[in-house]
């Protein structure tokens, strides 16, 4: 595990499309939410940030138990942008990079966030994204350097 590497996963959303607050959906037994950050304990990933605001509480209950440093978005409703704001605002001076995830996507894995979080150490950029055929999508990796710009979104 590496301190100089965070997460920040994402979980403060409507869900509106959904029907329901996705990130209580049950997958096998274990919320998503849960579930992804199950997936990240895994990783090389030191310090994990959970931001949270739709269904805060009931979300935030999920993860009890584990060691989740879990921030609460009251602006949720204004988008994913405010929400990688309050993210990184939680993260500490020894934070050289950080991985965005969502929490749903069950399906994302320790291994691909380790082959991100990887490829910055190898090559250095400031930016490593997943891609399938032509999305690009997350979990995405930010170097230090642009987390001033991610703080405006």
């Not at 190898?122 to 055929?133: I, L, N, P, Q, W």
Request: net charge positive; aromatic share 6%.
């Amino acid at each position: 595990m590496n301190h100089e590497v965070s997460a920040i996963l994402l979980a403060a959303g409507l869900s509106t499309r959904f029907g329901k607050t996705k990130q209580l959906a049950d997958l096998d037994g274990t919320a998503l939410v849960r579930r992804a950050y199950a997936t990240l304990q895994r990783t090389l990933v030191g310090d994990i940030v959970i931001v949270v605001g739709y269904r805060a509480s009931r979300v935030a209950r999920e993860l009890r138990g584990t060691s989740a440093r879990v921030v609460v978005n009251k602006g949720y409703g204004s988008g994913i942008g405010s929400s990688l704001r309050v993210g990184v605002s939680a993260l500490g001076n020894e934070s050289r990079a950080v991985v965005v995830c969502l929490a749903d996507q069950p399906f994302v894995t320790a291994g691909l966030i380790d082959r991100i979080i990887t490829r910055h150490w190898r090559t250095g950029a400031d930016v490593v994204a997943s891609v399938s055929g032509d999305l690009v999508s997350p979990p995405v990796l930010f170097g230090r350097r642009l987390y001033g710009e991610l703080a405006e979104l």
